[in-house]
């Protein structure tokens, strides 16, 4: 299985608490953009790197829902022509309220998007201004609607917690009216402080930001909760999804499987030895000028050893309720994860186990992931 991660760098107005690569006010260079991404998958069959077809294609940025759909439609058949499409390949699009209209949603489903990711993050009003979003709460209820008119039968919500001024019962309120509009999948994103971003800034001035540690805790918990007594797996971290309606390009990532990155400060996967890891850099002039020189804007970030490509499996297996296969970790590393990890594994010994041939973390151990996944560093 292959995916394609296509970059979108662009958004109206940045959010103060995001460090993604991503500009604003400079939508007028996207259809200049549109014709290099074009080109950087060009140049990425001309490497022969990677055999196709894509079994999945992932719209990401930045907010992909700037784009026309008929940039959309255009980057997808040049997908097709240089790789192939698979015939059920999931293609996904994130979309921001504020970015749409039915007729933009009508034009995205006919030109092959059959996923859409909506970037509501609260359903209140007091808190979208709080997280400095675009939209308000009647642009994500018009969103929706055009969405499911549009024909998307497949829709998930990104949704945040644990902010200042967020409670425990904010959140489930949340839950609730997203469970209202019955989405298919649902993410649950933590707030976190970067630094030098706004957000950064303030709370460096002491400003408090964020939930207390406890709270954070408990919105965590309730949410596995609640979504797994209405019909949703909790089946990554920070991902929800009813039967049979995962995102299967996150599962490329999480399972280490090989995926193109197109586009300034997209990143790869290449399956050659044990891995590499290939970025494009997070700057538009330098990403044209490479383009313009006939280069292919990734360049090689990191090339896997035995060891970090062991590492690498465990620490991604374990986001996910499925975990780590001991057999197929066996066959693809000539030996089991035991044995690999002896050390590691004696110290998070109250926390891992091998249960029914994988290794896995309960929902009350993935709030200490970053605690324990120390371990193996
Ligand atoms: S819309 Fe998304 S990518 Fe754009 S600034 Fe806000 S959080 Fe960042």
């Known amino acids: 299985m292959t995916g394609l991660y296509i970059h979108i760098p662009f958004c109206r107005r940045k959010c103060p608490y995001c460090d993604f690569f991503s500009l604003a006010g400079s939508e007028e260079r996207l259809p200049e953009y549109v014709l290099a991404l074009g ?67 009508r034009g995205y489903r006919s030109a092959g998007v059959n996923r859409l990711s909506l970037g509501i993050q609260s359903f209140q009003p007091r ?59 649902l993410s649950l994103y933590g707030l976190t402080v970067e630094e030098k971003t706004p957000f950064g800034d303030r709370q460096q001035d002491g400003v408090p930001l964020t939930a207390s540690e406890e709270e954070w805790a408990a919105m965590f918990l309730q949410a596995d909760d609640f979504l797994g007594r209405h019909g949703f797996a909790h089946y990554e971290i920070s991902n929800y999804a009813r039967p049979n309606r995962e995102c299967r390009h996150n599962q490329v990532y999480w399972r280490r499987l090989p995926y193109l990155g197109i586009g300034a400060g997209a990143h790869s996967f290449l399956d050659q030895g044990y891995g590499e890891r290939w970025a494009a850099p997070p700057h538009l002039d330098h990403f044209f000028a490479r383009l313009a020189a006939s280069r292919n804007p990734s360049e090689k970030l990191e090339d896997f050893n035995r060891w970090e490509a062991m590492r690498e499996t465990l ?29 590691t594994i004696g110290r998070l010994s109250p926390h891992l186990h091998e249960r029914e041939g994988r290794w896995r973390f309960s929902p009350e151990e993935w709030l200490i992931y970053d605690h324990l996944i120390r371990e193996l560093f």
């Not at 026309?68 to 699009?93: C, M, N, Q, S, W």
């Not at 709460?137 to 609607?145: A, H, L, N, P, W």
């Open 39 to 105: 080109r950087h998958l060009e140049l990425w069959a001309a490497a022969g790197t990677t055999r196709g077809p894509f079994a999945t294609v992932f719209f990401g940025g930045g907010t992909p829902s700037l784009l026309k759909p008929e940039a959309v439609a255009a980057l997808l058949e040049t997908a097709d022509r240089l790789f192939g499409l698979a015939p059920e390949t999931e293609i996904t699009l994130e979309a921001n309220p504020g970015t749409l209209s039915w007729e933009k949603l």
């Open 127 to 185: 808190h979208l201004l709080f997280l400095g979003r675009i939209h308000g709460v009647g642009e994500i209820e018009e969103s929706i609607g055009w969405a499911r008119q549009a024909g998307f039968d497949n829709l998930g919500f990104d949704l945040m917690f644990g902010f200042h001024g967020q409670t425990v019962s904010d959140g489930r309120r949340d839950l609730e009216r997203a469970l209202a509009f019955a989405p298919e999948h």
């Open 315 to 343: 620490y991604l297996g374990l986001r996910t309720a499925a975990g780590i296969s001991e057999t197929d970790f066996r066959a693809r590393f000539g030996s089991g994860v035991g044995k690999a990890f002896p050390a």
